[in-house]
C-alpha cells in the first residue's frame, strides 16, 4: 500500500510537553491529554506502541481502534434486511507514526488521528519549510488560504490559473495560512529527485500546518522524504511569504500581553470621563475575527459574561461602537480596581451579534481587539489573540505606498471645503456627525451618515456633479481607527454594486425614506431622481480624514509622523480592492481650522507636491 504523507511536527515548546526530554513519556502524555480533552476512554494497556529504528532515525507506532456509532443504513433499512445486526457497527482507526530524528519530532497521521496530535503540532511548519526552498519568480500558486490583517476579508480562499507566480500572491496584509503550490523544477530536482518520474518535472506540495507531497510512496520513500526535510531545515529561512513573522518568543508574548492589559487598564478613566490624558488613550480596532460583514451589518449585540454554571447576557446593545465601553466598564464594576481580576473577567466575556433573533457570528470579547505596539522600535501586531511582527524591510515601502496614494489619488480641490474644526474651548476635534451635517442642505451634497438600510451605512456624504457620484467616507485622524473606515467602505463598495446591478429600486427607495425621516435635504429630488444617481454616473469612493495633529502635518508629505501601520495597510489595501471591482478611488484629507495665513502657506505646499505612480 502506498499513501500520500503529510507531515506534522510536534512543538516541542508546547507548555505541557516542554519539560518532558525522554520520547516515549512525550508521546505518551500527547496521547493521555487528546484523549481527554476528547472524552475517550483510555487505559494504560492502550499506551502501548511498536518502535524501531531505521538509519538513527526512531519510529514509534501508535496503533487504536475505537467504536464508533452505528452505521445510518442499520436504522433505514428494516429487520428483514438485518440478518446481522452487528455488522453495520462503525469503528474508527486511529494511527498515529512518530518519527524522531536528530533535532525533531515529526509525525504522520492515518484515519481519526488528527484530534490527538492538533494540539501540540507545530501550525507553522509545512510553511515554514517552504520558505526554506521557495523561489517567488518560479515557484506557482495554484491554491491558496490566507489570513487578512486588513480589508475586508477575513479569511481569503483563492484559486489561480497556469503560470500564476508566487511573487504575485505575495502583498501587505496577507498571512499564509496554506498554500498549494508546484515548486520549480530545478527545485523538485535537488530536493525531491527521487520522487521524480521524468526529466524537469515540478512537485507539486501542500504547506500549512502539515507539508503534504502530492505523491503516493511507500514507507522506504517516506523516510526519504523525512530525511530530506532535516536537510531542508538547516537551511536558512528567506521570510519572503509575508511581510510579517509570528512572535513565538515567550517572554517577549509575555511583556506584550501586560502592556495590552496595562493599556486596557489605563484607558478606563478616559471610558469614565474622569481623566483627559492623551497618554491614556488607547488606539486599536474592534472587530470580529470571524465575519467582518457579519459584525458591522448585526442589528444587535448581545454581551454575554461568565456565570456559575453558563455564560448569561448582562447587556443588549444596538451599536457596535459602544461594546468595548460597555464590556470593559462592566469589568470595572465587577472587579473594581484589581487590574489581573479585570483580564480575567475580560477573558470570559462573549460577544454575540445578532439579525433579528439569529446569531450571524459570535467570539470571545478579547478575540476582537486588533491594535499596533512597538517593542524595540519594531511594529508588532495583536490579531485575533496572536502577535506579528512587520518586518523592517517593509515599513519604509509600506509608508512610500502610502503616500504616493495620497499624491496620486487627491480629490479635487473644493468638493470638501469646510475645514475641520475644534470643539468650543476643547482641544479635541468635532465629532464626525458634526463634520458631516455641514453639508446638510449644500447644492449638490446630500448627508447619508447614520442611514444603514439592511445593516449598511453605504457613506457619510454624497456629491453628485453632472457625470460623477461621490460616495464619502469620513473620519478624522489616520490612525488605527481608519480599519474601520476602510471596512465600511469596502462593504459599502459591494452592496450598492449589486443594487445597481439589480435595479434594487427598494434599496434605494429604503435610503431615500431615511433621508427624509431625519429631516435631511433631498433638493426635490424624487425616489426615482436618487436611485438614478447611481444608475446613470460614474461612481467614486472617497476616503476623507483629517489629522490628529494640532499643526495639521500633510500625510503625504510627512507620512513618517503618522505611525499606525495599520492606518497604512487599510489606506493601500482599500484602495487596491475598489478600483481593481468597484470604480474610481479617492483621498483627501481635511484640513484643520486654522489662521488664513497658514491655510495659504499650506496650499502652496500641497500644489507643489509631485505626483509619483507605482500603479
Known amino acids: 500500500m502506498n499513501i500520500i504523507p503529510k507531515i506534522f511536527k510536534i512543538d516541542r515548546a508546547h507548555r505541557l510537553i516542554k519539560e518532558i526530554t525522554d520520547t516515549e513519556q512525550l508521546i505518551k502524555k500527547i496521547i493521555r491529554t487528546s484523549y481527554g480533552k476528547l472524552g475517550w476512554n483510555l487505559s494504560e494497556s492502550d499506551l502501548e506502541f511498536a518502535n524501531f529504528i531505521k538509519n538513527s532515525f526512531t519510529y514509534y507506532l501508535y496503533l487504536y481502534s475505537i467504536a464508533d456509532k452505528q452505521s445510518k443504513w442499520a436504522a433505514f433499512l428494516p429487520p428483514e434486511l438485518k440478518s446481522n445486526p452487528a455488522i453495520f457497527n462503525q469503528t474508527k482507526l486511529t494511527l498515529v507514526l512518530f518519527v524522531e530524528t536528530e533535532h525533531n519530532l515529526y509525525v504522520v497521521i492515518g484515519g481519526n488521528a488528527y484530534p490527538i496530535v492538533v494540539n501540540f503540532v507545530d501550525h507553522s511548519f509545512g510553511l515554514d519549510i517552504y520558505d526554506r526552498i521557495i523561489e517567488i519568480e518560479k515557484d506557482e500558486a495554484f491554491s491558496t488560504k490566507s489570513r487578512r ?31 498549494h503550490i508546484k515548486l520549480d523544477a530545478s527545485t523538485s530536482n535537488q530536493y525531491f529527485s527521487f520522487l521524480l518520474k521524468k526529466a524537469n518535472e515540478r512537485l507539486k506540495i501542500s504547506a500549512g500546518k502539515a507539508l503534504s507531497i502530492h505523491r503516493e510512496v511507500d514507507f522506504n520513500t517516506l523516510h526519504l522524504i523525512i530525511n530530506e526535510l532535516c536537510t531542508i531545515n538547516q537551511l536558512a529561512p528567506q521570510e519572503l511569504l509575508s511581510s510579517y513573522t509570528e512572535v513565538r518568543d515567550v517572554e517577549i508574548i509575555n511583556k506584550l500581553q501586560i502592556e495590552l492589559n496595562n ?135 509600506l509608508e512610500h505606498q502610502t503616500a504616493t496614494i495620497f499624491k496620486t489619488t487627491k480629490l479635487a480641490a473644493g468638493i470638501l471645503e469646510y475645514p475641520w474644526s475644534l470643539k468650543p474651548q476643547s482641544s479635541h476635534l468635532i465629532d464626525e456627525g458634526d463634520y458631516n451635517m455641514q453639508y446638510n442642505g449644500k447644492p449638490g451634497y446630500l448627508v447619508l451618515d447614520t442611514i444603514t438600510p439592511e445593516g449598511v451605512e453605504l457613506c457619510d456624504i454624497v456629491h453628485y456633479t453632472d457625470n460623477e457620484l461621490y460616495l464619502i467616507h469620513v473620519k478624522h485622524s489616520f490612525t488605527a481607527r481608519v480599519r474601520e473606515l476602510t471596512n465600511q467602505i469596502l462593504i459599502s463598495a459591494r452592496r450598492i454594486s449589486e443594487a445597481v446591478a439589480s435595479k434594487n429600486q427598494a434599496f434605494f427607495d429604503s435610503i431615500y425614506t431615511s433621508i427624509i425621516n431625519k429631516g435631511r435635504t433631498t433638493h426635490n429630488l424624487s425616489n426615482t431622481d436618487f436611485a438614478n444617481l447611481f444608475y446613470n454616473k460614474t461612481l467614486v469612493y472617497v476616503f476623507a480624514t483629517a489629522s490628529q495633529f494640532a499643526d495639521d502635518p500633510l500625510i503625504s508629505d510627512k507620512i513618517e509622523k503618522y505611525t499606525s501601520n495599520i492606518a497604512r495597510f487599510s489606506l493601500t489595501t482599500c484602495s487596491s480592492e475598489i478600483r481593481t471591482r468597484y470604480g474610481d478611488f479617492k483621498t483627501c484629507q ?20 509631485e505626483s509619483i505612480s507605482i500603479f
Not at 154 to 177: A, H
Not at 590 to 609: A, C, F, P, V
Open 149 to 179: 490583517i486588513i480589508g475586508q476579508q477575513v479569511g481569503l480562499s483563492e484559486q489561480f490559473r497556469d503560470n500564476y507566480k508566487m511573487i504575485n500572491y505575495l502583498q501587505f496584509g496577507k498571512i499564509p495560512k496554506e498554500l
Open 263 to 397: 493599556r486596557i487598564f489605563n484607558y478606563i478613566p478616559l471610558l469614565q470621563h474622569t481623566a483627559n490624558t492623551s497618554a491614556q488613550h488607547f488606539e486599536f480596532d474592534f472587530c470580529s475575527p470571524n465575519n467582518i460583514e457579519a459584525f458591522y451589518t448585526a442589528e444587535s449585540y448581545q454581551l454575554k459574561e461568565k456565570g456559575e454554571e453558563k455564560h448569561e447576557t448582562f447587556a443588549t446593545l444596538t451599536d457596535k461602537d459602544d461594546i468595548f465601553k460597555t464590556v470593559v466598564l462592566r469589568a470595572y464594576e465587577v472587579c473594581g480596581n484589581n487590574e489581573n481580576a479585570i483580564l480575567f473577567y475580560l477573558r470570559g466575556v462573549r460577544v454575540l451579534c445578532y439579525r433579528g433573533t439569529k446569531v450571524v457570528t459570535s467570539s470571545s470579547f478579547l478575540y476582537h481587539l486588533n491594535a499596533e505596539f512597538h517593542y524595540n522600535h519594531t511594529p508588532i501586531f495583536l490579531i485575533d489573540t496572536k502577535w506579528y511582527r512587520l518586518k523592517d524591510s517593509f515599513v519604509k515601502s
Open 590 to 609: 481635511i484640513r484643520r481650522k486654522t489662521d488664513t495665513l497658514t491655510l495659504e502657506i499650506i496650499e502652496n505646499i500641497d500644489t507643489h507636491n
